[in-house]
């Protein structure tokens, strides 16, 4: 079966290649629950952190902001 890929990049002066594959169509519900999903896996991500990582996570990030 042959692939079909949206994009192919390749990179001069190495063997980098890279194939971008669009998702397939959806419905705006459909996008919603996948982002939903989304949404739970990070809250339970987040939420299997302790207080410490969550700290230093968020003193990172505003660093990074600050320094814009």
Known sequence: MERKYDA?????GSK????????PPMTEEE???VLRE???AFW????SLSTEQKLKIN????DASQSK
């Open 8 to 12: 192919t990049y390749r990179f001069p």
């Open 59 to 62: 003193a990172r990030c505003e």
């Open 16 to 23: 980098g290649v890279v194939h971008v594959v669009a998702p």
């Open 44 to 47: 339970a991500a987040w939420k």
């Open 38 to 40: 989304y949404d739970k």
């Open 31 to 33: 996008v919603n629950n």
